[in-house]
Every structure is written in structure tokens, then in C-alpha cells.
Nanobody
Framework: QVQLVESGGGLVQAGGSLRLSCAAS????????MAWFRQAPGKEREFVAG????????SYADSVKGRFTISRDNAKNTVYLQMDSLKPEEAAVYYC?????????????????WGQGTQVTVSS
């Protein structure tokens, strides 16, 4: 059974940093991409960043480029999202997702597996 378990969310002041983790289990993910999405109340789920397991290719939403960094530790089957210079409008539930190589990064419906989400709150 595939599981994606996020952790690391919490409350941070504007301008602060958080690092989210996503522990993946239940299958081999070498042919998958991993991504982070976020969803604020009343808004659609939006792509934040993605990475391939094997090649380390990354993709970022324009709004987070230069502030967020996605990385993976293959030995631990874990993907990370380092978030710096956080803004109040980035408060949301952050989700980890896994999809087969070839997915269009930002299309949430192309991802096969999802975590339960972790709440990020940014105070102004």
C-alpha cells in the first residue's frame, strides 16, 4: 500500500522558513516524479514544486522560484520542500503527490498518490 506522509508544517512569521518532509513507502518510486501542491481555503489546489526521483530534474511555480527548494533523499525515500521568505498569502495545506514520469507538473489530476497534507500558517 502506497503511503505519502507529510510533516514539518506549523506556524511561522512572515519572512520565516519551514522545511516540509514527505516520506514515501509502499512501492518503488524510481519512475515517478514527486511534487508539492498547496491549497488555501476557497482556492484551487496549486502546484508548488516537483522533482524526479532519479534525475533530480526540478520544476517550480513562478511564485516560489528563488525562495523554495525541492530536494530528495533516495536512501530515505523522502522528498523535502525548503520554504524561505514565506508570505502570509502562502498559508495553506501543503500536499505531497507522486505521479508517473511524463505528467504535466502542474496538473493535479495526473498524480496517482497523495498525502494527507500538512498545515502551514504564516502570520503577518
Amino acid at each position: 500500500q502506497v503511503q505519502l506522509v507529510e510533516s514539518g508544517g506549523g506556524l511561522v512569521q512572515a519572512g520565516g522558513s519551514l522545511r516540509l518532509s514527505c516520506a514515501a513507502s509502499g512501492r518503488t518510486f524510481s519512475s515517478y516524479v514527486m511534487a508539492w501542491f498547496r491549497q488555501a481555503p476557497g482556492k484551487e489546489r496549486e502546484f508548488v514544486a516537483g522533482i524526479t526521483w532519479s534525475g533530480g530534474v526540478t520544476s517550480y511555480a513562478d511564485s516560489v522560484k528563488g525562495r523554495f527548494t525541492i530536494s530528495r533523499d533516495n536512501a530515505k525515500n523522502t522528498v523535502y520542500l525548503q520554504m524561505d521568505s514565506l508570505k502570509p498569502e502562502e498559508a495553506a495545506v501543503y500536499y505531497c503527490a507522486a505521479g508517473r514520469l511524463g505528467v504535466y507538473w502542474s496538473q493535479a489530476n495526473q498524480y496517482d498518490y497523495w498525502g494527507q497534507g500538512t498545515q502551514v500558517t504564516v502570520s503577518s
